[in-house]
């Protein structure tokens, strides 16, 4: 009897599509790209403050 219910819920987690498809996924892909490509040069600078105040603040520690 256990054997039928596991196996049931199997199928059924199977069929279900609740998830995310494919043409989502490589929308918010395409998106992700696009705004790291515009905003190149402010991420980089970015990073290079922060690993800058990192580098400074672990001598204090």
Do not use: R, W
């Not at 819920?9 to 599509?17: H, L, N, R, S, T």
């Not at 515009?38 to 001598?59: D, H, M, P, R, W």
């Amino acid at each position: 009897m256990k054997y039928l219910m596991i196996k049931q819920k199997i199928k059924d987690f199977i069929v279900e599509e609740d998830g995310i498809g494919t043409v989502e996924m490589i929308l918010i892909l395409v998106v992700l790209i696009g705004l790291v490509l515009i905003f190149k040069e402010q991420l980089t600078s970015l990073v290079n403050s922060i690993f800058k105040t990192i580098n400074s603040q672990a001598g204090k520690v």
